[in-house]
């Protein structure tokens, strides 16, 4: 007896032990082949010196969610376990806004009026169709600031399964991303470029917002060039980025030289110019008609120098966003969406950190780039589908071709270059040539730095309605939103070296998903295998155990 009680005290010992010591030594294991659930490094930095509660309200929960949501709500709730397990500061929940069926109007409303638009899903299961509303959002608070996070990535075109993979493949980015906003303090300052009839304000107002939110925005004018370019020159080198968004008046050589030794001095910039002058709002007339002519901006040589080139065509296409226009006479007129193939739709097959997993982005007339042979390394990050058609200037066009029927075979242009990242050590435009203005230090080669080009001033600018600006990307007619405001934060995180953030988007996950047509054709066979099987196997057990014992006990 006195044995057995030794034995019992010294398993209750080691037991004691074995539980110290693991709490001591805790440790969590991704035996996933993608790693999906070990943080980056750069998720990790964010997150290390948190000493107060981030506490996150996680609205994806309901009982009546398709299966693939559900894997999302799972994934979710998976990456958030790994944050808390990082550091204990962190802190979630998972609420259902609409479970109460009393408050569910309220809730709705006000979740809505801060941003959180809900999403209407069909779901499909044991044959039935149904429809379900869910709030793939999420709200993480800390130290008196909230910021909402996107739980669901939007991509044209993708099916309810191909969404959850984009979505759970882009949930470290968007938590980390919120997780920086709430405890990084801003360090880059960004200069946007006026003075050359750029956008107005309110044509930009949602980008700036957007950009808002992780760098010091002011507007830098260079119209004191003319008086005082040193003093300018100065001024700008201040700023870790200038922006110029769809200027429209041309750069004199004084302002030239000003940007190029901005380039010069390890500058960043980000440059969206048209070399065609069209818009889409001067069709909006009694003929419907307008002509596009070419627009010197005296930047041919400045752009040549550093290895790209924007040339005066119009990028007509068949893959492209619809015009919206009003179809009929008087009260018997309708909206309808009509092919237009001036607003080209342009993606990437590019794992680059700035266009990974992108949403497809809109173009207005947008132009060709090409690129041209120097050290400077080119990285092309947007370009339109292979159907496609180069349209010289000057040149009619008209509302009327959306009631011609295009012939594919005039499209025979292939892929046209809309977007081009440059790095590396730029030659100065104005080594060995006269200077409008003396230098007191003039640099013939950069210090190693970062340009992109974008051959159209539209993909910054927002739609208006009711005087308000809209959503970046947003089409007000159509509803659907393209990822202009993502590849631009994108290119500007790029451009700032904010590479710890974005390079969290190169992550690959790879979901399984269960083929729910098969589970409902085949429902009936797996249950009775699942059911009978086991019975029948353990009958056949019983039968042979009971024959080997008689026959072993009646010998």
Same mark, same amino acid.
């Given at each position: 007896m006195n044995k057995n009680l030794k034995h019992i005290l010294i398993l209750c010992i080691a037991l004691i032990a074995v539980n110290v010591i693991s709490n001591m030594f805790y440790k969590r294991f991704d035996l996933t082949t993608d790693k999906r659930y070990t943080l980056s490094a750069s998720a990790l930095d964010i997150i290390k010196d948190v000493n107060s509660p981030i506490v996150i309200d996680v609205f994806l929960e309901g009982e009546d969610f398709p299966s693939e949501f559900r894997r999302l709500q799972n994934e979710t709730k998976q990456l958030l376990e790994e944050f808390t397990a990082t550091n204990k500061n962190i802190v979630f929940n998972f609420i259902n806004p609409l479970e109460d069926e009393s408050t569910r109007e309220r809730n709705m409303q006000q979740l809505t009026q801060r941003g959180l638009t809900p999403m209407q899903l069909s779901v499909q299961e044991s044959g039935k169709s149904s429809q379900? %509303?869910?709030?793939?959002?999420?709200?993480?608070?800390?130290?008196?600031? +909230?910021?909402?996070?996107?739980? %669901?990535?939007?991509?044209?075109?993708?099916?309810?399964?191909?969404?959850? +993979?984009?979505s759970v493949q882009h949930l470290e980015y968007a938590f980390a991303d919120g997780f920086s906003k709430l405890t990084k303090p801003k360090r880059r300052k960004i200069a946007i470029l006026k003075g050359n009839q750029q956008l107005e304000d309110k044509y930009i107002a949602d980008f700036v917002k957007k950009l808002g939110a992780y760098y010091y925005i002011a507007p830098f004018t260079l119209d004191s060039v003319a008086s005082n370019p040193q003093n300018t020159l100065k001024a700008i080198n201040?700023?870790?980025?200038?922006?110029s968004a769809k200027p429209t008046e041309a750069f004199t050589e004084a302002e030239k030289l000003v940007l190029d030794q901005y380039t010069m001095n390890g500058g960043k910039s980000l440059w969206l110019v048209d070399a065609v002058a069209m818009e889409k709002d001067s069709l909006y007339n009694a003929t419907g008609t307008n002509y596009a002519i070419s627009r010197d901006l005296n930047l041919t040589d400045f752009f040549f120098k550093y290895g790209v080139r924007i040339n005066p065509y119009m990028?007509?296409?068949?893959?492209?966003?619809?015009?919206?226009?009003?179809?009929?006479?008087?009260?018997?007129?309708?909206?309808?969406?009509?092919k237009w193939p001036y607003s080209p739709l342009a993606g990437s097959s590019s794992n680059h950190p700035i266009v990974n997993n992108l949403n497809l982005v809109r173009f207005d007339f947008a132009n060709q780039i090409d690129t041209l042979k120097n050290s400077i390394k080119k990285t092309i990050l947007l370009e339109t589908a292979p159907l496609t058609k180069l349209e010289g200037t000057p040149r009619e066009v008209s509302l009327e071709l959306v009631t011609k029927e295009q012939d594919p075979k005039a499209f025979n242009k292939g892929n046209q270059t809309l977007a081009v990242l440059l790095e590396g050590e730029f030659n100065s435009v104005y080594s060995n040539r006269v200077k409008p203005f003396k230098l007191t230090q003039d640099k013939t080669i950069s210090q190693p730095t970062k340009m992109i080009v974008i051959a159209d001033g539209d993909v910054i600018k927002n739609d208006m309605a009711q005087n308000k600006p809209l959503e970046l990307g947003f089409d007000r007619w159509t509803g659907q939103t393209y990822g202009n405001k993502e590849f631009?934060?994108?290119?500007?995180?790029?451009?700032?070296?904010?590479?710890?953030?974005?390079?969290?988007?190169?992550?690959?996950?790879?979901?399984?998903?269960?083929?729910?047509?098969k589970i409902t054709d085949q429902k009936t066979k797996w249950q009775l295998i699942n059911i009978l099987l086991p019975l029948l196997l353990l009958g056949v057990f019983g039968f042979v155990f009971n024959y080997l014992r008689k026959k072993r006990y009646a010998s």
């Open positions: 379900a %509303v869910i709030f793939p959002w999420a709200l993480a608070s800390y130290n008196g600031q +909230t910021v909402t996070i996107p739980l %669901v990535k939007n991509k044209i075109g993708a099916t309810q399964q191909e969404l959850v +993979t984009n201040a700023f870790d980025l200038i922006i990028v007509s296409t068949l893959y492209s966003a619809p015009i919206t226009l009003a179809m009929g006479q008087g009260s018997q007129s309708q909206f309808q969406h009509l631009l934060l994108n290119a500007v995180n790029y451009l700032l070296d904010d590479n710890g953030l974005i390079n969290i988007r190169t992550k690959e996950i790879a979901i399984a998903f269960l083929n729910q047509q």
